[in-house]
């Protein structure tokens, strides 16, 4: 998939090697831990809300810092699912792993964060399903690799990734382990979701982070999109006939990049 999707470690040493030449963002980043943000997921397809929760999770942590320390997000990272889990999930709904990349990096163009934001395509690259716990945990590896290689030491050193997640993921699963591996958690509200994550991981954690429904909203109204938003109802609004209120709807949840991808 070689020109697809970006070599996630590259893009970050890059971006980093551009906020130190920066004379505001370096003074941003002195004293300050550096983190890359990503988020995995079916993306099946990626809509406005995939690339507006990355921008809600950078609100979150450089408000509220990271492992109590202050917090500069370097870059954030969209990173689709192996066909495996994919095709598992959604059977013949699933879009094939080229695509989803593809549908990915259009996104990010279309919204005007391609300075800061990527798709990833290692994890849909690998030869079979590799879990969020484990992606986290390379990515981390790979940029700390690239950043020694390339002479960019005090990222290598100070780097943290954060796993961006909804509300229902987060209650629902044992993000304990990533924080213990040194791997943070931005928590994106999602209703009584929320209240069960908040429950089970108090704030007092340094490892993860609740970012808010302001938050959400202001990321929201940043990419244009509608409150309602799932690649679940893309998909219904998608298989409905062609210029139906329905299908016509897509057009507020889906980047123009993207809706000529998938329908014209």
Not at 37 to 53: D, F
Not at 118 to 129: G, I, K, L, N, R
Not at 138 to 163: E, K
Request: with cysteine; net charge negative; hydrophobic share 50%.
């Amino acid at each position: 998939m070689a020109g697809v999707g970006h070599a996630a470690e590259d893009f970050v040493v890059a971006r980093w090697a551009a906020m130190i030449e920066d004379p505001m963002c370096a003074e941003r980043l002195c004293g300050s831990t550096p983190v890359v943000l990503l988020a995995t997921g079916a993306l099946s397809p990626c809509h406005r809300m995939h690339v507006g929760g990355l921008l809600a999770a950078r609100a979150a942590v450089e408000d509220r810092g990271l492992f109590g320390a202050n917090a500069v997000v370097v870059a954030g990272l969209l990173s689709p699912s192996h066909e495996e889990y994919v095709g598992g999930k959604l059977g013949t709904a699933a879009m094939d792993g080229e695509l989803r990349l593809a549908v990915v990096a259009a996104s990010i163009a279309d919204a005007g964060l391609d300075g800061w934001m990527a798709a990833d395509d290692w994890e849909v690259s690998q030869p079979t399903f590799v879990d969020y716990p484990r992606v986290a945990r390379t990515l981390h590896a790979r940029i700390v690799d690239a950043a020694t290689t390339s002479g960019a030491t005090d990222l290598a050193a100070s780097l943290r990734v954060a796993y961006v997640a909804g509300a229902d993921h987060v209650a629902k699963c044992f993000m304990e382990g990533l924080g213990a591996r040194g791997i943070g958690v931005v928590c994106l509200p999602r209703g009584m979701d929320t209240v069960r994550a908040r429950r089970k991981y108090p704030d007092e954690l340094e490892w993860i982070v609740f970012a808010t429904d302001d938050e959400l909203a202001a990321a929201a109204d940043a990419v244009s999109a509608p409150t309602r938003t799932s690649s679940t109802l893309v998909r219904q609004l998608l298989s409905a006939p062609a210029r139906s209120e329905e299908h016509d709807a897509v057009s507020t949840m889906l980047f123009p990049s993207v809706l000529t991808m998938l329908v014209d």
